[in-house]
């Protein structure tokens, strides 16, 4: 079993940045696949972004260039910095690890 608890969400401008993070409760180095997820109000959970134990990362075309996803192995945490933000951007984020979701962290973007 593995908990998986999120941070770093809130209420920000149009244009600006947050940085969320994700730290589980036992070592991710043997997880393969670490990523988020996002949903809007009334749409449906859609993928944000993922990365591999080795490094490599992919990201929903819409974000490409905005959002960076990373690791830090040593702290258990997968990060999401999220830079020129947009009112689309508001969700709830989801951090996710093989079969384990964390419960969402709400990022909210005013215009």
């Known amino acids: 079993q593995v908990q998986l608890v999120e941070s770093g969400g809130g209420l920000v401008q149009a244009g600006g940045s947050l940085r969320l993070s994700c730290t589980a409760s036992?070592?991710?180095?043997?997880?393969?696949?670490m990523g988020w997820f996002r949903q809007a109000p009334g749409k449906q959970r859609e993928w944000v972004a993922t990365?591999?134990?080795?490094?490599?990362?992919n990201y929903a075309d819409s974000l490409k260039g905005r959002f960076t996803i990373s690791t830090d192995n040593a702290k258990n945490t997968v990060y999401l910095q999220m830079n020129s933000l947009k009112p689309d951007d508001t969700a709830v984020y989801y951090c996710n690890m093989g079969i384990y979701w964390g419960k969402g962290t709400l990022v909210t973007v005013s215009s």
């Open positions: 036992r070592s991710i180095f043997s997880i393969n696949t």
């Open positions: 990365i591999a134990r080795g490094g490599s990362t």
